[in-house]
């Protein structure tokens, strides 16, 4: 039992080890904190086979409480509701993103990362729950659009953002009338934003969502699970679309082109390796000026974030010298 329990908490520690080095969640939790931010997550907690005490991940409403304790303890947000039909974020990989793409900025400010609302993130897809802005501004400062084709998710995040005096005025929800749109009708003309962050839905049909979701139930709880206690009916337009992670990117890409003047970088996760291909390929047929690729992994996934520019080494040098020489610094 004993050299059990020493695995299971290195193979956690390991997992963690991966999160990006400003990751809060990097730590390891502390239930007895997290029960007192949320005490329904009481409820949840049951003795595991180590000795210890868990979450039992495998009820979707553990999950939601135990990010709602996150968000208290470590962001200071008091308010976080949304439909529980909605897509519940995991904290740790979301936060990741954010922090990975604050390094990016830092690359290109001398390896200071840029803080303050002089820096705008457009979220393509913010979702009910506002995930990416949330942690956006609390972290760094900066301003947020979200977008989403959803009018009730636009509705749900901007009452989380109303509901927090921390981040109230500094994300604003702009609904994308289109679906097939990702930028039009979104940003302006006038608009200069120095980032666009995206996790594009990444099933192509709810045959393929119901496959990934049975598998992740079995996993969390050894159990083999006919029906996904999840409701797929009412999260079509977050998970799905037509062509899936793939067909969403390169509609991106494709739309990038046009507002390359607005924006310094676009970016997107991609959760499949193999959409790499075609993505690169497609990047340099329309002349991105600078490709990166950042890797990212939380548990045991492994991500990657793509960012591309069309702006030259001078734009990028006169987009910092106008818009961010100004900005006060908070971290290095
Ligand atoms: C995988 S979910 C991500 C939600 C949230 N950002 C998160 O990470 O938890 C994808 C989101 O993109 C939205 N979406 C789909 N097509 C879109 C489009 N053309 N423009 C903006 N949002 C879109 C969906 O409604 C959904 O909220």
């Known amino acids: 039992m004993k050299s059990q329990k020493i695995m299971s908490s290195e193979k956690q520690q390991k997992e963690k080890a991966r999160l990006h080095p400003r990751n809060k969640n990097r730590e390891r939790y502390d239930l007895s904190a997290l029960t007192t931010s949320i005490p329904e997550?009481?409820?949840?907690?049951?003795?595991n086979k180590f000795g210890g005490e868990s979450?039992?991940?495998?009820?979707?409403?553990?999950?939601?409480?135990?990010?709602?304790?996150?968000?208290?303890?470590?962001?200071?947000?008091?308010?976080?509701?949304?439909?529980?039909?909605?897509?519940?974020?995991?904290?740790?990989?979301?936060?990741?993103?954010?922090?990975?793409?604050?390094?990016?900025?830092?690359?290109?400010?001398?390896?200071?990362i840029p803080v303050g609302d002089k820096i705008t993130c457009l979220d393509v897809g913010i979702g009910a729950s506002c995930i990416y802005p949330i942690i956006g501004v609390t972290e760094y400062g900066w301003r947020f659009i979200g977008s989403d084709i959803d009018p009730k998710s636009i509705a749900s995040a901007q009452n989380i953002v109303n509901s927090n005096s921390s981040i109230k005025g500094?994300?604003?929800?702009?609904?994308?009338?289109?679906?097939?749109?990702?930028?039009?009708?979104?940003?302006?003309?006038?608009?200069?934003?120095?980032?666009?962050?995206?996790?594009?839905?990444?099933?192509?049909?709810?045959?393929?969502?119901?496959?990934?979701?049975?598998?992740?139930?079995?996993?969390?709880?050894?159990?083999?699970?006919?029906?996904?206690?999840?409701?797929?009916?009412?999260?079509?337009?977050?998970?799905?679309?037509?062509?899936?992670?793939?067909?969403?990117?390169?509609?991106?890409?494709?739309e990038s082109k046009k507002f390359s003047k607005n924006c310094y970088w676009f970016t997107s996760l991609v959760s499949k390796q193999s959409n790499l291909k075609g993505i690169y390929k497609l990047l340099e047929k329309i002349e991105a000026k600078q490709i990166k690729t950042i890797p990212m992994?939380?548990?045991?996934?492994?991500?990657?974030?793509?960012?591309?520019?069309?702006?030259?080494?001078?734009?990028?040098?006169?987009?910092?010298?106008?818009?961010?020489?100004?900005?006060?610094?908070g971290h290095s």
């Open 55 to 112: 979450i039992d991940f495998s009820k979707p409403h553990a999950v939601k409480l135990l990010n709602k304790a996150l968000l208290n303890y470590y962001y200071g947000i008091k308010y976080w509701e949304f439909p529980d039909k909605n897509l519940c974020p995991p904290i740790p990989g979301r936060a990741d993103y954010i922090h990975y793409i604050a390094d990016l900025l830092g690359e290109n400010n001398s390896g200071t």
């Open 170 to 254: 500094k994300i604003e929800c702009r609904l994308q009338k289109n679906p097939k749109n990702v930028f039009h009708g979104i940003i302006n003309n006038e608009d200069k934003i120095e980032l666009t962050i995206c996790n594009p839905p990444f099933h192509s049909s709810i045959e393929d969502a119901q496959k990934v979701t049975r598998r992740k139930i079995k996993n969390l709880s050894g159990k083999k699970v006919k029906t996904p206690e999840v409701h797929l009916a009412g999260i079509s337009n977050e998970l799905i679309c037509d062509g899936g992670e793939y067909k969403f990117i390169q509609n991106m890409i494709r």
């Open 41 to 47: 997550l009481k409820s949840y907690i049951r003795p």
């Open 297 to 329: 992994g939380t548990g045991n996934k492994s991500s990657r974030i793509v960012a591309w520019t069309f702006l030259s080494v001078k734009e990028q040098k006169e987009w910092i010298e106008t818009r961010w020489k100004t900005l006060s610094s």
